[in-house]
């Protein structure tokens, strides 16, 4: 329907949305470019020369390893707690009515939209008044804090769709409360789990700020990065793990997207 | 015992389950208590409780000589809060958020539009994933690309070259507060990366804003005679201000608390997020630190609290 | 006659809000019983108490002289047809009728065997392999009738079930419901607010306003013998006639009723009544002419026959009407 001159856009407006998706887009592609370049000690642009070496040398670094491997585990424990939380909350919210409902959603939202840096110094703050040492499960706890909103956002967006009728329909069919969670409202709220968890793996593996408070002497990915980024060691290594970064994160992000495409779809617009 | 065979009541299911549910059909309230329960304890107890800590530490001061907190009630950090040089970081930070989420908002405003009104089908999902994309990439990756773009050696110097064009960006360096030795020690590097960083943000609040306008009312506009430009400051724009306030919440609450870019790309002179970690990590003053993460959570507080009224949460 | 659903002083409030206010109700085993209304007059809420999902805040329902309060709805012999259809779109059709049967533990070839029968029953055979998405408003009707009939209720409950349909469909399905219930013989309970459908199919139809049963009776009585203004304006639009035309006809009511249909425009026959007035409009709605007469002030509808021919407006003319077609009310 490109006919009527309304829907055509004017041409400003075109060059003004390509020029900002270019700006977003092209920092990143650069990020590939570096990742071959045969310039070890500094920045330099056009790198001199292309190489695949760097790759091989990632690969036999054992601290690269143990901090991919760290990040990993993290992420799947505070994904799986984000889920558990997440999903209670999103049931209770969306199937029942009582008082102090919107304050719950503004609990949720809480730990991201307050700056990482509160959440970070308040949980750290915390674990020394309490005594706990730093280890992998803080690390986990304060993950799982601001993961659980993600979680909760496409558990509810479902929720709202689902007929509230559907529920009322299995229980008159006579299933009661187990049997239609598992047959009725699981089906129904799966997929937007599996994009809620993939988003919040995401979330987790990426985080920096939080971690840097709630971790002792573990490094994870992030933290890795930071500290390269800080006092580069082997700038060559840094951008092929910065690339394998980018690739990596868009795998669960692709996903959550087709898993939620139709309907809700603004599934990790609140990161 | 047995059942009636004809009885319209049907017996419970047998086992836990079907005893349990039939417990939680008459008692809703526990149902929802079990449910609620788990997160309400994570986050309201753990995490707020956390917080809530915090800010009492701000209550407390240091000794100066012991460097040990005194657990006594005053307000004596918060007079160190607003002496001078914090003052300044705190103008500072502020200053720079709020120009990042101006900035922000024109560089996503015309890329909402296009995708809510003009993208249609295949090119919508590649507008939208164009956006998750970056939006949902690494944090520290993304950093990590500019401080390869703003090296001396790096792609922007060279490109300024080829265009002959680096005595405009010497001049712009020599500027004084914005200019510095190289853009990845001054505060336009520092502002470039907070764009980019946080810019993402902005665009799908707004987008969905803009697809809850109806075409019809823009044609009804330019039908009454309204030029594009009237369009858009009386109908257009109005109706996307909730989009663009929600959106700002993240631009402006991720600026106010970031340390990590001002660290790797900027000056020496310190931010909020900056000072929180100096205080509370070398300084070991923790009560000026909790004093200085008051800042963000008050400003944000009124900043909510605004958005909420213009309807904001809406369009998140 | 056994008694399938007894309500006895029931009441439902939601706070200060009466959507049911002491109603009291007793429906017999096998009757098709209708619930009539407007929109907020209480009758989906009473319907929402017999299928469990609701609980009375006062009064006691029983159903087959079984107390139901506190019982939930999965274990109540009674089956739901919802307004929506509420079938399950992740399930096929053949998965939706057979979900009663398999919570309940029957085995999978069993249930396919049932779930086959109810289909051919609402005739939809074949369609097992469907998703709720593919059907039409009409065939997924069937579909949500079929999902409650396999499971063989002792009453099936039946929320606005034409409401979504187009005439065409609305009057087919009148038809197959009414023969569906005469041969199962089950007790059906229906809620709707289209005067027309309650009075073709229902045995024994409930009148609700405000939460409270106006009246309760035959579609005849109710239609012809309306006991309050409402029934008489909501069923199908009686005249009221007003204490000083009841004087003036020798009636000794403060009000009655009088259908359009019942008067003819001519003079009276013998010991017919009459009234005399002026044509104050008309309107043409196919099988019969709507004249609104005027009488002294009060305006009175008269259906004529569309083949008769309607005085000018503004000329005068007289009504007659038979003295039995006249029904005295108990208030306006």
Known sequence: ?271 | MTIVAESIILPERRGTAGRLSDFFWRHPRVLLAVLLGPPLLWLGVVYLGSLFALLLQSFFSIDDFSGLINYEFTLATYRQLLSETNLDIIIRTVTMAAVVTLVSALIAFPIAYYAARYARGKWKVLFYLGVMLPLWSSYLVKIYAWKLILAKEGILTWFFEKLNLLWLLDAWLALPVVGGNSLSVSYTGTFIVFVYVWMPFMILPIQAALERVPSNLIEASSDLGGTPAQTFRHVLFPLALPGIVAGSIFTFSLTLGDYIIPQIIGSSRLFIGQAVYAQQGTAGNIPLAAAFTVVPIVIMGIYLWMANRMGAFDAL | MTTAVLFDNVSRYFGAVRAVDRVNLDIAEGEFFAMLGPSGSGKTTCLRLMAGFDQPTGGHIEIFGETAEGVPPYRRSVNTVFQDYALFPHLSILDNVAYGLMVKGAGREERRKAAEDALAMVKLPGYGTRRPGQLSGGQRQRVALARALVNKPKVLLLDEPLGALDLKLREQMQEELKSLQKSLGITFIFVTHDQGEALSMADRIAVFNEGQIQQLGSPEEVYNQPKTRFVADFVGSSNVLSTKLCQRLGLKAAFASLRPEAIVLAAPSNGALSLAGTVAGQSFLGATNRVVVDVDGARIAVASPAAHVVPAIGSPVTISFAARDLHPMEDA
Not at chain 1, 124 to 148: E, N
């Open chain 1, 1 to 271: 329907m490109r006919s009527e001159k309304s829907n055509r856009a004017p041409l400003s407006l075109k060059i003004a949305a390509a020029g900002g998706l270019t700006f977003m887009h092209l920092p990143i592609l650069l990020i590939f470019l570096y990742a071959f370049t045969t310039e070890e000690k500094s920045y330099q642009f056009p790198p001199p020369g292309l190489t695949t070496q760097w790759f091989g040398v990632a690969w036999d670094r054992p601290d690269v390893w143990a901090a991919l491997a760290l990040s990993v585990k993290v992420a799947s424990i505070a994904t799986a707690t984000a889920l558990m939380l997440g999903t209670l909350c999103a049931a209770a919210v969306s199937q029942t009515r009582f008082f102090g409902r919107e304050t719950i959603s503004l609990l949720v939202i809480l730990p991201i939209a307050l700056p990482g840096i509160i959440t970070g110094i308040a949980l750290r703050s915390a674990f020394s008044m309490a005594d706990i040492p730093f280890s992998f499960w803080t690390i986990v706890l304060g993950h799982a804090t601001f993961c659980i909103v993600v979680v909760y956002n496409n558990a509810v967006a479902r929720f709202r769709r689902i007929s509230g009728s559907l529920i009322e329909a299995s229980m008159d069919l006579g299933a009661d409360g187990f049997q239609t969670f598992r047959y009725v409202i699981l089906p129904n709220i799966g997929t937007a789990l599996l994009a809620g968890g993939m988003l919040a793996f995401a979330l987790s593996f990426d985080e920096v700020i939080v971690t840097t408070f709630t971790a002792g002497q573990q490094s994870t990915l992030p933290i890795w990065m930071l500290e390269e980024l800080i006092r580069p060691r082997q700038r060559p290594v840094t951008n092929v793990v910065a690339m394998i970064v980018v690739v990596v994160t868009f795998l669960p992000i692709l996903g959550a997207y087709y898993l939620t495409r139709d309907g809700d779809q603004i599934a990790g617009a609140g990161k």
